[in-house]
C-alpha cells in the first residue's frame, strides 16, 4: 500500500521558516553574547588576580638558609590578601614545599606552568579544569634586585583560586538566555503569522480565481493592492484572464458561426434533397429502357445523391449535439431483439456476412432509435472497411461505480486499424488513408456513435483484436444515469 506523505501548507512553511530564522537569529546573538560575557568575566577575575598576585610575590624577601615556618606565615599573609577571593598560595625552592593551606603540593599546578614559571620572571598564568572544576593558576619567580638588575632567587610562588563562581555565573546567564528564547519565539509568532498572511492572502485568491476560470468563469479578476511581486504577479493574471476571456469569446462566436451554417445549409438542402431523390426513384425504375452510357449516368446520379442526403442527415444530427439539443426518448427494450431488428431492417441477416451472438434475457432502459444509429454504424462501417464476416456479439458486464452495464462487441474480419490511426478513428470527417478523397460513407457515421453512447452515460473504444480485424466495443448502462433535477423514471 503506497503512504502518501502529509502535506505541509504553505501559511505552515512560512511560519516555520520564520520561526527558524527568529531562532537562529535569536541563538547566534546568545552564543555570541555568551561567549564575550564569559571571556570578559574571566579575562577581568584573572587580570585582577594576576595583578595583585604580582604585587604580593614583589614584597616578598628571601633569606637564607629558607625557614619553613616564616615562609608559609608569609604565604598565608598573601592568600588573605587575594583578589577578588582568598587564593591558596604555595611556595617551591628546591626540595622544599610548604603552602598557606594544609597540603604542601597542589594537583591543579602542571608541569607546563611550573617550567614557563621559571622562564618568564614576570610569572604566568593558566586556567585549569580539574575534575570538573574550573581553577585559576598563578605562578611568579622572587628575584634579587640590585640597581636595575633582577636575578631569580629560586623561590617561586604559586596561587591557586577556583573559579566556580563565575562559572555558575555564566551558566546563570546562559540560562536566562535559553528561558529567554521561547518568549522570544512566542512573540516573533505573531509577525510570522501576519507576514504569512498577507503573503498568503494574494495567493488565496489567485487559486480562487483559477478555479473559477476553469470552471468557465472567465471574467474573473483579482484585485491588484500594492507594488510589489504579488501586484504584479495579479496584474499579469487579470491580464492574461482578459485575453482568454476574448480568445475565448472569438472561438465560442466562430464556433457558433459554423455550427449554424452547418445547421441552416443542412435544412435548406434536406428539401431540395427530397425532390432529387424522388426523381432519381423514377430515373433508376427506367435506367433499363436508357441507352447504356444514360443509365450509367443515372445510377451515378442517383448514387451520389443518395451519399449527399446521408451526409446532410448527418450534419443535422450533429449540429444537434453541438447544439445540446440532441434528446433521449428512453424506453426499457430487449437489447438482444432490438439489435436482431437493426439487423433485419438492414438485410444484414445472412450468418455469412453478419454473424450475432445476442443472449436473450438482457434489458436496458435507452432510446431505441439512438441504439438503432449506433449498431447499423458500427455494423455498417465494419462491412464497409473491415470486410466479412462481421461479428456482433451482447453480453452483460459486472456492475462498474455501482452501476450495471451491457457491451455490444462489433469486430470485421479486416486487417485492422492503424496504430496511428486508433487515436483519431471517431474523430468527424477523419481518413484513415490521405489519398483517399472518397468513401461509401459520409465521414461522421462513427463520430455521431459517440455521441449517442456518450448521451446515454456510456463509452465506445476501438482496438484490433488478437488474430486480426478491428474491435469496436460499446459499453452502456443498463438504466440511463439521471441528469442533476431530473426525476428518477
Given at each position: 500500500?503506497?503512504?502518501?506523505?502529509?502535506?505541509?501548507?504553505?501559511?505552515?512553511?512560512?511560519?516555520?521558516?520564520?520561526?527558524?530564522?527568529?531562532?537562529?537569529?535569536?541563538?547566534?546573538?546568545?552564543?555570541?553574547?555568551?561567549?564575550?560575557?564569559?571571556?570578559?568575566?574571566?579575562?577581568?577575575?584573572?587580570?585582577?588576580?594576576?595583578?595583585?598576585?604580582?604585587?604580593?610575590?614583589?614584597?616578598?624577601?628571601?633569606?637564607?638558609?629558607?625557614?619553613?615556618?616564616?615562609?608559609?606565615?608569609?604565604?598565608?599573609?598573601?592568600?588573605?590578601?587575594?583578589?577578588?577571593?582568598?587564593?591558596?598560595?604555595?611556595?617551591?625552592?628546591?626540595?622544599?614545599?610548604?603552602?598557606?593551606?594544609?597540603?604542601?603540593?597542589?594537583?591543579?599546578?602542571?608541569?607546563?606552568?611550573?617550567?614557563?614559571?621559571?622562564?618568564?620572571?614576570?610569572?604566568?598564568?593558566?586556567?585549569?579544569?580539574?575534575?570538573?572544576?574550573?581553577?585559576?593558576?598563578?605562578?611568579?619567580?622572587?628575584?634579587?634586585?640590585?640597581?636595575?638588575?633582577?636575578?631569580?632567587?629560586?623561590?617561586?610562588?604559586?596561587?591557586?583560586?577556583?573559579?566556580?563562581?563565575?562559572e555558575d555565573d555564566i551558566r546563570a546567564m546562559l540560562t536566562s538566555a535559553r528561558d529567554g528564547a521561547l518568549p522570544a519565539l512566542l512573540v516573533a509568532l505573531v509577525p510570522a503569522l501576519l507576514a504569512a498572511r498577507?503573503?498568503?492572502?494574494?495567493?488565496?485568491?489567485?487559486?480562487?480565481?483559477?478555479?473559477?476560470?476553469?470552471?468557465?468563469?472567465?471574467?474573473?479578476?483579482?484585485?491588484?493592492?500594492?507594488?510589489?511581486?504579488?501586484?504584479?504577479?495579479?496584474?499579469?493574471?487579470?491580464?492574461?484572464?482578459?485575453?482568454?476571456?476574448?480568445?475565448?469569446?472569438?472561438?465560442?462566436?466562430?464556433?457558433?458561426?459554423?455550427?449554424?451554417?452547418?445547421?441552416?445549409?443542412?435544412?435548406?438542402?434536406?428539401?431540395?434533397?427530397?425532390?432529387?431523390?424522388?426523381?432519381?426513384?423514377?430515373?433508376?425504375?427506367?435506367?433499363?429502357?436508357?441507352?447504356?452510357?444514360?443509365?450509367?449516368?443515372?445510377?451515378?446520379?442517383?448514387?451520389?445523391?443518395?451519399?449527399?442526403?446521408?451526409?446532410?442527415?448527418?450534419?443535422?444530427?450533429?449540429?444537434?449535439?453541438?447544439?445540446?439539443?440532441?434528446?433521449?426518448?428512453?424506453?426499457?427494450?430487449?437489447?438482444?431483439?432490438?439489435?436482431?431488428?437493426?439487423?433485419?431492417?438492414?438485410?444484414?441477416?445472412?450468418?455469412?456476412?453478419?454473424?450475432?451472438?445476442?443472449?436473450?434475457?438482457?434489458?436496458?432502459?435507452?432510446?431505441?432509435?439512438?441504439?438503432?444509429?449506433?449498431?447499423?454504424?458500427?455494423?455498417?462501417?465494419?462491412?464497409?472497411?473491415?470486410?466479412?464476416?462481421?461479428?456482433?456479439?451482447?453480453?452483460?458486464?459486472?456492475?462498474?461505480?455501482?452501476?450495471?452495464?451491457?457491451?455490444?462487441?462489433?469486430?470485421?474480419?479486416?486487417?485492422?486499424?492503424?496504430?496511428?490511426?486508433?487515436?483519431?478513428?471517431?474523430?468527424?470527417?477523419?481518413?484513415?488513408?490521405?489519398?483517399?478523397?472518397?468513401?461509401?460513407?459520409?465521414?461522421?457515421?462513427?463520430?455521431?456513435?459517440?455521441?449517442?453512447?456518450?448521451?446515454?452515460?456510456?463509452?465506445?473504444?476501438?482496438?484490433?483484436?488478437?488474430?486480426?480485424?478491428?474491435?469496436?466495443?460499446?459499453?452502456?448502462?443498463?438504466?440511463?444515469?439521471?441528469?442533476?433535477?431530473?426525476?428518477?423514471?
Open positions: 500500500m503506497i503512504r502518501r506523505r502529509a502535506r505541509i501548507g504553505l501559511r505552515s512553511r512560512l511560519v516555520l521558516a520564520f520561526l527558524l530564522v527568529a531562532a537562529v537569529s535569536a541563538g547566534t546573538t546568545a552564543a555570541l553574547t555568551y561567549r564575550e560575557a564569559r571571556n570578559a568575566v574571566l579575562e577581568q577575575v584573572q587580570n585582577t588576580a594576576v595583578s595583585s598576585f604580582r604585587e604580593q610575590a614583589a614584597t616578598v624577601g628571601t633569606t637564607l638558609p629558607m625557614d619553613r615556618a616564616a615562609l608559609q606565615e608569609v604565604l598565608r599573609d598573601i592568600a588573605r590578601k587575594g583578589k577578588p577571593r582568598t587564593w591558596v598560595v604555595f611556595a617551591e625552592y628546591g626540595s622544599i614545599r610548604v603552602s598557606s593551606g594544609t597540603s604542601p603540593v597542589s594537583t591543579v599546578i602542571t608541569p607546563e606552568l611550573r617550567r614557563a614559571a621559571l622562564a618568564s620572571p614576570r610569572g604566568v598564568f593558566q586556567r585549569v579544569d580539574k575534575d570538573g572544576t574550573p581553577w585559576l593558576t598563578m605562578a611568579v619567580p622572587t628575584v634579587f634586585r640590585t640597581g636595575l638588575s633582577a636575578r631569580p632567587t629560586g623561590l617561586v610562588l604559586y596561587a591557586v583560586m577556583p573559579l566556580a563562581a563565575e498577507s503573503v498568503l492572502r494574494p495567493v488565496r485568491d489567485l487559486r480562487t480565481a483559477a478555479q473559477r476560470i476553469g470552471r468557465g468563469e472567465l471574467d474573473t479578476r483579482i484585485p491588484a493592492k500594492g507594488s510589489d511581486e504579488l501586484a504584479d504577479l495579479a496584474h499579469t493574471f487579470n491580464d492574461t484572464a482578459l485575453q482568454l476571456e476574448r480568445s475565448v469569446t472569438e472561438l465560442r462566436r466562430a464556433e457558433a458561426r459554423a455550427r449554424r451554417f452547418a445547421s441552416d445549409v443542412s435544412h435548406e438542402l434536406r428539401t431540395p434533397l427530397a425532390g432529387m431523390l424522388a426523381v432519381t426513384d423514377v430515373l433508376d425504375e427506367d435506367a433499363e429502357r436508357l441507352a447504356p452510357d444514360t443509365a450509367a449516368a443515372v445510377r451515378l446520379i442517383s448514387a451520389e445523391t443518395g451519399k449527399l442526403a446521408v451526409l446532410v442527415e448527418d450534419l443535422i444530427e450533429i449540429s444537434r449535439f453541438d447544439a445540446k439539443a440532441a434528446e433521449l426518448n428512453a424506453d426499457e427494450v430487449d437489447v438482444a431483439e432490438t439489435i436482431r431488428r437493426t439487423l433485419a431492417t438492414r438485410r444484414w441477416t445472412d450468418p455469412a456476412r453478419v454473424a450475432a451472438e445476442l443472449p436473450p434475457g438482457i434489458r436496458a432502459r435507452l432510446d431505441p432509435r439512438r441504439f438503432d444509429v449506433v449498431v447499423a454504424n458500427l455494423v455498417g462501417n465494419a462491412l464497409r472497411h473491415g470486410g466479412a464476416p462481421v461479428r456482433i456479439r451482447l453480453s452483460e458486464e459486472p456492475s462498474d461505480g455501482g452501476r450495471a452495464r451491457f457491451a455490444v462487441e462489433v469486430a470485421d474480419s479486416g486487417p485492422g486499424i492503424a496504430p496511428d490511426v486508433l487515436p483519431h478513428i471517431f474523430d468527424r470527417f477523419y481518413k484513415a488513408d490521405a489519398a483517399r478523397t472518397r468513401s461509401a460513407g459520409s465521414g461522421l457515421g462513427l463520430a455521431i456513435v459517440r455521441e449517442n453512447v456518450r448521451l446515454h452515460g456510456g463509452t465506445v473504444r476501438a482496438a484490433n483484436g488478437p488474430h486480426g480485424g478491428a474491435v469496436l466495443t460499446v459499453r452502456m448502462p443498463l438504466a440511463i444515469p439521471r441528469r442533476d433535477g431530473e426525476a428518477a423514471p
